[in-house]
């Protein structure tokens, strides 16, 4: 992996990234209404209460059957939460809240045309229309408890509905984001055996009418050919009787729902006590190989950590309006927009399109007519919105007690500005960080008790103990400044189950490297490796530097360098793909591609070309390169490996340290003034990821 050593993280290095900042205190006005305020909590979930502590979220919930085992061991690291207990995640989103809440609103939509009305979607509503799906996946599609369906939608009711659907019978569910291509969408569906995949008809994005069925064909075509047959499409139409979309409905695979609505209109659908264990969803993701991994989530350990995170850090109150502007279709939706919100009984925000459409000023428009009160994004809309409108968010009447920024590490320049414009410096902000394959937040002040440090993400959360291991698994102390790996060295309730078909994967990916013992079954002996580097200094506030591997994360999204080069490879000219991360202003990071072509292959414009349109159609639209470069070759070690550390540092002109040893020293030159120009550039340090990218292979 790539930091090696526990190796010095020198002052330049840090500076590259960011100075330690000063702490900013939580103002006095959140912290007098804050759900936890009081101390005594850090002592509540301290060591030596594990894994007991986390009775205190699993209570939050609705049990169907109280659970005997809080953490059962037996087989590592397979950890079993709540073991003997039962519930469902549905219920507890849904029903559990009709005695008090029916009327208060648990959705508010709001279309991306600003002339289209908003519309609030009550915890009465959303009972009969999810109990109206459940009906349909049930009774029409004949699906059942542990059956898997492939949901590729846009941010619409209806997607949350459809999930809460699936949770009610036990389906599990398969999230696709709409932005991901139809292939990639059927490339998953195929690998979750899903036979049954729901769409929508067409959404608006960017102030365009995306038509987005026409990715069902394609996804279909791809599943099949990987061995998964699609017997049934369901589409939801984002106009009532108006179809969005220029594909044909195809008889017999093809339904409008809400035409099958019709047949089961006031429909009731019981919700299924489920085990503990039984897998609530699938949210595929990126990792080292060339295919997405299919990370899988249990009901009563994701629910218990998504309730409990989410009044604790999120704060959300019964009163408030909380707007999340992430896409249900990543981790931070389903735990943060969906599943913890709801089961608060909360009122969720959903918003359909892009934050800058049609002006800088819509997030603040929408937050002022709503009263939204919790504001939660990411670093790359920050960084956006800043940019293109730094003054807006004076031009309108709102107030925030409360932001989170998520998915990417934040520097103190945005923070501030994030913290005094956009917060008018009167929210609280919690710089969470967390993975896909974790459920909820690792690393986060608690907003009332802990003062915030910007750029850095601040301790464990409660019951979540991190450590920096260097890569001979000793501990890297806190204030040595040196950077590493960093681990959780305990199990928690959020934690995946496993790869979804694939355990192999998941012991190597997750603790093979830092397993003590692998016949232990003490947790103690299996800290999870995250695949992130962080340096800790002394206060105990983790700062994350990003990737040790080789995904690269573009605007807070995961993309793995592998998947972009096997798509590179299906260009029928390109013989050599590399992919490298390139420092963006306001995305993080952005792909570039170096190919090289076969023999006698000499139109390089034509091959870019097609290089471009492969990875959007492959993957999707997020993951198209900053730049392709046709090379005459990559530069290489003697047994043949590519050197994508060089390529990184010429993308990002930085140095490209010793490369005499390589089999083709000569061509580092070659690329180098192709990429940069003749006229010498000034070389800059780098952040951290970059430098390291790839360097151990
Ligand atoms: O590198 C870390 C970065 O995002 C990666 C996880 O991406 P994903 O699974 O898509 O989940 C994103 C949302 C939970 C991590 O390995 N990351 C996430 N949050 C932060 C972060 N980096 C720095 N600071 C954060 N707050």
Not at 83 to 112: M, Q, S, T, W
Not at 420 to 427: H, L, M, Q, R, T
């Amino acid at each position: 992996m790539a930091i090696e050593h526990g190796r010095e993280a020198s002052e330049a290095q840090i500076a590259v990234h960011w100075r330690e900042e000063e702490y900013v205190r939580p103002p006095a006005r959140f912290v007098g209404q804050a759900n936890l305020a009081d101390p005594t909590v850090l002592e509540r979930f301290s060591e030596k209460n594990f894994p007991e502590c986390f009775r205190e979220y699993a209570d939050m919930l609705h049990w169907d059957r109280y659970w005997h085992t809080t953490l059962d061991t037996s087989r590592p690291p397979f950890w079993k939460w709540f073991a003997g207990g039962k519930l469902n995640a549905c219920y507890n989103c849904v029903d559990r809240h009709l005695a008090k809440h029916r009327n208060k609103a648990a959705l508010i939509f709001v279309p991306e045309p600003e002339d289209e009305p908003i519309y609030a979607v009550t915890y009465q509503e959303l009972f009969t229309r999810v109990n109206e799906v459940a009906a349909i996946l049930r009774d029409f599609c004949g699906l059942s408890a542990g059956d898997r369906v492939t949901i590729h939608m846009p941010m619409i009711p209806e997607l949350p509905i459809t999930m809460l659907a699936c949770a009610r019978l036990g389906i599990i569910h398969s999230v696709v984001f709409g932005g991901f291509s139809g292939e990639a969408a059927g490339r998953r569906a195929a690998d979750s055996g899903s036979r049954v995949m729901i769409y929508a008809d067409g959404y608006y994005r960017n102030g365009k009418p995306i038509d987005h069925k026409a990715s069902a064909d394609i996804a279909l075509d791809v599943a099949e050919k990987e061995g998964t047959k699609v017997e049934r499409v369901l589409v939801w139409r984002r106009h009532h009787g108006q179809y969005l979309s220029s594909t044909a409905m195809v008889a017999g695979r093809d339904y409008f729902i809400d035409e099958l609505v019709r047949q089961f209109a006031r429909a009731k659908v019981d919700p299924l006590p489920m085990d503990a264990e039984a897998p609530l969803f699938l949210m595929y993701t990126s990792g080292t190989t060339g295919k997405p991994k299919g990370c899988q989530h249990r009901t009563g350990g994701y629910m218990a950590y998504v309730t409990g995170t989410s009044r604790y850090y999120q704060d959300i109150h019964p009163e408030d309006v909380y707007w999340c502007m992430a896409d249900i279709g990543w981790i931070t939706g389903h735990s943060y927009i969906v599943y913890g919100p709801l089961s608060l009984g909360a009122t969720s925000v959903l918003y359909e399109g892009v934050p800058t459409c049609p002006d800088a000023g819509r997030p603040w428009r929408i937050a002022e007519r709503l009263d939204v009160n919790i504001f939660h994004t990411s670093p790359t809309a920050i960084r956006m919105l800043r940019k293109a409108g730094p003054n807006e968010p004076k031009k309108y009447n709102y107030q925030f007690k409360h932001m989170t920024t998520v998915g990417e590490p934040i520097e103190p320049e945005a923070w501030r500005w994030y913290h005094e414009v956009v917060g008018k410096s009167e929210a609280v902000i919690v710089d969470t960080w967390w993975q896909t394959e974790n459920g909820g937040f690792l690393c986060t002040t608690i907003p009332a008790l802990h003062p915030m440090k910007p750029g850095s993400a601040g301790p464990g959360a409660l019951g979540i103990y991190p450590i920096i291991y260097d890569e001979m698994s000793r501990e890297i102390p806190a204030g040595s400044g040196k950077a590493g790996n960093i681990c959780i060295r305990n199990p928690w309730p959020g934690i995946m189950q496993t790869i979804w078909g694939d355990d192999d994967r998941f012991v190597k990916q997750y603790y093979s490297k830092y397993c003590r013992n692998a016949n232990s079954q003490d947790w103690r002996d299996w800290p999870y490796f995250a695949a992130d580097g962080a340096v800790l200094p002394s206060d105990g506030y983790f700062r994350i530097l990003g990737r040790v591997d080789d995904v690269i994360n573009v605007a807070g999204h995961r993309l793995g360098t592998k998947e972009l080069e096997s798509a590179c490879l299906t260009v029928p000219d390109v013989a050599e793909a590399a992919v490298v991360p390139v420092v963006d202003e306001i995305k993080g990071r952005v792909p570039a591609v170096y190919v090289s072509l076969k023999p006698g292959v000499s139109d390089g414009q034509r091959v870019s070309e097609q290089v471009i349109g492969t990875i959007e159609a492959i993957i999707g639209k997020i993951a198209r390169p900053k730049a392709v470069y046709v090379v005459p070759d990559l530069p290489k070690t003697r047994s043949g490996k590519i050197m994508r550390r060089v390529l990184a540092a010429i993308s990002n002109a930085m140095d490209t340290g010793d490369v005499t040893t390589l089999a083709n020293p000569e061509i580092v030159e070659e690329i180098r003034l192709q990429v940069q120009g003749k006229e010498p550039v000034a070389l800059k340090e780098g952040p951290e990821d970059v430098k390291q990218f790839g360097a151990v292979e």
